[in-house]
């Protein structure tokens, strides 16, 4: 696609405004107050400024014909026909009759207190139109590029990607759309924008507190616009939880819909619902049905695909949100690297040390990492993000393979290794201090895989003596050493992606990957092919979610996930 042309034009003659000369001025201005009526009962039979204000609202959001409505591409039947301005004539009731139904308030064509405090939310300006697409609007690859025009001062550049990234996140966490930043003036698809007032493409914003931002359907719906998000710069952005503005995130993953193809769902929850209650960073069920209409599903197990590098060990993997993931290798040079995904894969950075191991990561709360590797004097070495990178701290002991780290709550670490007697050994962080070593037994012949799936739980996974995959747990207490059975070339890896639930990863004789499953009871074996040359390593960062990444035979970075 070739790059847009941004030379639109045309005002909006509804909600124009002067532009104020600073942010206050602007975010105190106006508001959604200012064009809804001032009062309630109105009825039919009653006239004046009041139903001028209600038949604009109607008309700016679907519900009477507006030319205005045109750029969306949102034409629709839900439109009536052009009522009698300042005269609740039986157009205009008929008009408010269908927005009560599709916010679900009872179908009066009353405007009464209930319909008044609706309209005065922030919401999206889209307009609530009838079906999720018009024309065929969707996007016809699956790998869009999306570009920044500008920023917010609210926020950091830094910051605004990354809401961003976590909002695209949503929609291709449960699609096999694939979102990718690129310059500028590169070609795009969606171009990103902050604006106030009367920007140009002829849906003004209205101040602080009333629109909070509108997005274009793909082509033909959209026409030069398509794709496209405008955010009102009149609102005070927030990325924190809990939220000190509005959710950048939540408003984002909003607009993004529009941008792929839908329209506002009557499903109150639904992420794609019109108005704005605060941050909601999930998507419901109508909104998944909806995005999978246009798009089909996230194919469950996807194929391999290759993430680059060189490695020189297995792979640690951590995650601290939803469509996060943060990944670690031993390199060429023997140092620790990270590669990380936030809607689209990082490239590598090196966070040095010389390691002798391949790493382990966890997480135990947003934006926090903890890695552990075995150093050049075969203690158990640390290394954290909180945020910021620590530098790296012995943890002490003899450890003879890659040590496993995971966690079970804030502040909570459990690290696993296998020591120069080759059993199991042990020790942990209770948010104060680290505990000394304790053995907790066996004889290994490959490292441990740790995991959690509740306070307090920790299960265990190694390669015995006679290459079968043996598992231990603690639940209050250590539990003895139970055969999971199989043949392993390699240490295991571990996932948990709800409560009772543990999935398994190997290599095989075979060379391939091979997995089981507790759900509760245990699966039989499974293979997911591949030629693997190293452990796996594995996480989940939701619900039926789980990423496993392996060295390749070309000694790069493969990956392969569940959705």
């Not at 290759?306 to 943060?326: E, K, M, Y």
């Not at 939701?542 to 996930?561: E, M, Q, S």
Request: glycine share 14%; hydrophobic share 40%; proline share 5%.
């Amino acid at each position: 696609m070739a790059t847009k042309n941004r030379q639109e034009g045309g005002t909006d003659t509804v909600l124009a405004k002067a532009k104020p000369t600073t942010r206050d001025e602007l975010r105190a201005a106006t508001s959604i107050k200012d064009y809804v009526p001032q009062a309630a009962e109105l009825a039919a039979g009653a006239e004046g400024e009041d139903v001028e204000r209600l038949q604009r609202y109607l008309a700016q959001f679907g519900y009477l014909e507006s030319p205005g409505l045109d750029s969306f591409g949102a034409r629709s039947a839900r439109m009536g026909g052009v009522a009698a301005a300042g005269v609740f004539d039986d157009a205009t009731a008929e008009a408010l009759r269908r927005f009560q139904r599709f916010v679900g308030l009872p179908p009066t064509g009353r405007l009464d207190e209930g319909t008044l405090e609706r309209m005065q939310r922030p919401r999206c300006g889209f307009p609530d139109t009838a079906a999720f697409t018009l024309q065929g609007s969707k996007w016809t690859t699956t790998s869009l590029r999306y570009a920044f025009e500008n920023f917010t001062p609210d926020l950091t550049p830094a910051q605004v990607r990354s809401a961003i990234q976590q909002a695209f996140a949503l929609w291709s966490a449960v699609t096999p759309l694939t979102f990718t930043e690129v310059a500028i003036a590169a070609a795009h698809e969606i171009r990103i924008r902050f604006a106030s007032g009367n920007h140009g493409d002829g849906n003004s914003f209205d101040g602080g507190g009333g629109v909070l931002a509108h997005a274009y359907y793909p082509p033909p719906g959209g026409g030069a616009l398509a794709g496209d998000a405008h955010f009102d710069d009149a609102e005070a952005w927030s990325i924190n939880l809990p939220a000190s503005g509005v959710d950048l995130v939540t408003v984002a993953a909003h607009e993004f819909g529009h941008s792929l193809g839908l329209a506002h769902s009557s499903v109150t929850g639904a992420l794609m619902y019109p108005y704005y209650g605060g941050p909601s960073r999930a998507l419901q069920a109508d909104d998944v049905a909806g995005i999978q209409a246009l798009y089909g599903a996230r194919a469950r197990w996807r194929p391999w695909e290759s993430l680059g590098g060189v490695l020189t060990s297995g792979v640690g993997v951590s995650s601290w949100a939803a469509n996060r993931l943060d990944v670690f290798v031993r390199g060429t040079d023997n140092a620790l690297w990270h590669k990380w995904f936030a809607g689209g894969w990082s490239g590598w950075e090196s966070l040095g040390g010389v390691l002798t191991s391949g790493p382990s990561a966890v997480s135990w709360g947003a934006n926090r990492i903890d890695v552990v590797v075995r150093g050049t004097d075969n203690a158990c070495w640390h290394k954290a993000w909180a945020p910021g990178w620590t530098g790296w701290g012995s943890l002490g002991g003899i450890i003879t393979a890659d040590p496993a780290i995971c966690s079970w709550g804030p502040n909570r670490l459990d690290v696993f290794v296998r020591g120069a007697d080759n059993a199991l050994w042990h020790k942990w962080w209770n948010g104060a201090a680290w505990s000394g070593w304790e053995s907790l037994g066996g004889v290994l012949t490959s490292a441990p895989a740790a995991v959690c799936w509740a306070a307090g739980r920790i299960d265990v996974f190694v390669r015995g003596t006679d290459n079968a995959l043996w598992h231990k747990w603690f639940a209050g207490g250590w539990s003895g050493w139970e055969s999971l059975g199989g043949v392993l070339t390699s240490a295991p890896a571990a996932a948990s992606w709800g409560a009772n639930r543990l999935d398994v990863f190997v290599r095989g004789t075979d060379n391939a990957l091979w997995t089981k499953s507790w759900a509760p009871g245990w699966s039989g074996w499974s293979s997911l092919g591949g030629v693997i040359t190293s452990s796996p390593g594995a996480e989940s960062w939701g619900p039926n979610r789980i990423d496993v990444f392996a060295r390749g035979t070309d000694n790069a970075l493969w990956h392969r996930w569940f959705a």
